[in-house]
C-alpha cells in the first residue's frame, strides 16, 4: 500500500514541471501550480487563437470557441448549470475586487457585508 501510494504521488508530481525544482511550493493568493498539459495548452493559444473573441473571422472563431468549452467544461465539472454563469479573470481577488466595486455602487447607508474569518484572504481583502 506505502509503495503504491509513492507511486502515485511521483506520477502526480510529474504531471507538474515547477515540482522538479528544489524549493517547496505553497499555495497563495497569487495562483497555483499547474500541470504541464496546462502550461502547453496555454502556450498553443497564446500562439495560435489568442485574438478577439466573438469577431467573426476564423481565429476568432477558433479563441470564442476555446473560451466557450472552458466555460461549459467548468459548469460541468463545478455543477453550475443552475446558475449558467462562468466567470473568467486574472484571479479571484481581481474577479471579488471587481465585484466588490460593482457591487458598492449599489449600497445605501446601513447596509453591511458580512465575513467570515473562514474565507480565504482573495475573499475578504476587496471587501475590506
Not at 499547474?34 to 481565429?59: K, N
Not at 446558475?83 to 466595486?101: D, E, I, Q, R, Y
Amino acid at each position: 500500500m506505502i509503495q503504491e501510494l509513492e507511486l502515485l504521488r511521483q506520477t502526480a508530481r510529474s504531471q507538474f514541471p515547477s515540482m522538479a525544482r528544489p524549493e517547496a511550493f505553497l499555495e497563495n493568493a497569487g495562483g497555483s501550480q499547474v500541470p504541464g498539459v496546462v502550461i502547453q495548452e496555454i502556450a498553443r493559444f497564446l500562439r495560435e487563437d489568442y485574438v478577439q473573441t466573438g469577431a467573426g473571422y476564423p481565429p476568432s472563431d477558433r479563441a470564442t470557441q476555446v473560451v466557450e468549452d472552458a466555460r461549459q467544461f467548468c459548469l460541468e465539472f463545478f455543477g453550475g448549470e443552475a446558475s449558467g454563469k462562468v466567470a473568467f479573470g486574472p484571479s479571484s481577488t481581481n474577479l471579488v475586487f471587481l465585484f466588490a466595486w460593482a457591487l458598492g455602487h449599489t449600497l445605501s447607508s446601513g447596509d453591511e457585508i458580512i465575513l467570515s474569518v473562514a474565507n480565504h484572504e482573495s475573499h475578504l481583502s476587496p471587501w475590506k
